[in-house]
């Protein structure tokens, strides 16, 4: 049985590049990796849906934020089964967003913090109803809002198929997720949560496999 770690943070933070970075160094250590990006983008329809519904299409569909929240838990129902088989073969599964994304961001959508209703909801359709499997641990990388947001801005300026959608305008809200994030490592929410402000990919590799 593989471990299964979830990388966690906000939009520009580099999430991306540190999986990339991190999948490279175990594949080179001679580890079997395994990773898939939530949203599945392409491959799951409720996850185009609700991207589509961030860029403006859909009528009111992104002014619910539970409906929001339910189109990304069932992109990642979908993907249960094939997660569990990737962590039965391989040494590593490494998620880029998981759960969590749908608890900080929806429960920053309502002002709520880590310790309210929508948080709970959440592991309550996703971990008990989807049957979700849980990570053995979390990776928050907090980075400075202002560094992520500054991040997700110019990327959006320099890359044309990368618009930014409702949520990473949102200056105020990457601003709350920032702080339920910070509340679920604190509390350890489903499992231990390593925290990084750098994304030092050699360092994190190590710490990891230590646990
Ligand atoms: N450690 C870093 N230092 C500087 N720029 C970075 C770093 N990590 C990522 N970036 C840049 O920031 C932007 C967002 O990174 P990305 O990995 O796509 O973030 P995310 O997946 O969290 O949205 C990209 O343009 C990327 O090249
Ligand atoms: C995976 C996931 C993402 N989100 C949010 C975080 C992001 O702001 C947004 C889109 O995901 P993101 O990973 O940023 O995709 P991209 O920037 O490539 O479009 O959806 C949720 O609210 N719940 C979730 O379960």
Redesign the pocket.
Known sequence: MGQLIAVE??????????VTELVDRWRRDGLRVWTVTFPRYGESVTADLAAEALHGQHGDLRESVYAMALMFALDRADAADEIRAAVAAHDIVLL?RYVASNAAYNAARLSQEADGEMVEWVREVEFHRFRLPVPDHHVL?GVAPEV?LD??A??AATDATRPRDLYERDTDLQLRVDRVYRQLAQSMWMSPWLSTA??DPAELAQRLLDE
């Open positions: 943070g906000l939009d520009g933070a580099g999430k991306n590049t540190l880029d990388l992520a991040r997700a110019r990327r750098d994304g």
